[in-house]
């Protein structure tokens, strides 16, 4: 079982590209999420979505975009990136979004570095 | 708003105890998480607290409370392994969790 995967694992972007990161996880569960990780600030809700077919916008919406066509795939598109869309990309899931004792579980996460 | 307050970085001696603090205000409140991180990797569940009190898991114990917003997280027999960050996040009203920065934990030996 892998939990979740994401790819790639590092990137380098050039300003102005149109970049979509992967998420897929195997664990069957409804809730999905990407984050951002920059230092000194803790992890910032991008989008998520509690059930396939539906998706939300979080804490720093702008400049991304996601989809949920299934269960298992949560792609974070960066339409345009910008150099400050430089972060650590973490793609988390958990069972239903709805309950507030569920455990989120991570995927290694995405390195962008936008230039 | 909501914010979530913890220390920058701690310093320990390896086989000691450290407590790690955090303060909370969320709108709403359905429990808080620590998770552990190391260094380039994903961050991983130690603990959950929802009621008032001290939960404790082996090494690692979590303490609530929800009437002054603040939770810890001590850490006894540390090894050198424990050398991570461990963010505080609280669950919010929508169950969305607001992380803390962090706080870097090193230990020396």
């Known amino acids: 079982i892998a939990g979740i995967t994401q790819a790639p694992t590092s990137q380098i972007l050039a300003a102005g590209r149109r970049m979509t990161l992967r998420c897929t996880q195997d664990m069957r569960h409804n809730a999905m999420y990407w984050y951002r990780q920059d230092l000194g600030l803790g992890l910032r809700l991008i989008h998520y979505s509690n059930t396939a077919g539906t998706t939300g916008k979080g804490e720093v919406p702008d400049g991304y975009s996601v989809s949920r066509a299934n269960t298992d795939d949560f792609p974070l598109t960066l339409a345009s990136a910008v150099p400050s869309q430089t972060s650590v990309y973490f793609c988390a899931s958990s069972e239903t979004g709805t309950s507030g004792e569920e455990t989120q579980y991570f995927g290694p996460g995405t390195r962008l570095l936008v230039l | 708003g909501q914010n979530i307050d913890q220390p920058t970085e701690m310093t320990a001696t390896e086989g000691a105890i450290v407590q790690i603090n955090c303060t909370y205000q969320?709108?709403?409140?359905?429990?808080l998480f620590w998770y552990q991180q190391h260094a380039g990797e994903a961050p991983t569940f130690l603990s959950y607290?929802?009621l008032d009190g001290l939960e404790e898991k082996g090494r690692f114990s979590s303490f609530l409370s929800r009437s002054k917003g603040y939770s810890y997280l001590l850490l006894k027999e540390l090894q050198m392994k424990d050398s991570a960050s461990y963010l505080c996040a609280a669950s919010d009203s929508n169950y969305q969790l607001i992380w803390g920065a962090g706080t870097k934990l090193i230990i020396k030996p």
């Open positions: 607290n929802v």
């Open positions: 969320t709108s709403g409140f359905n429990g």
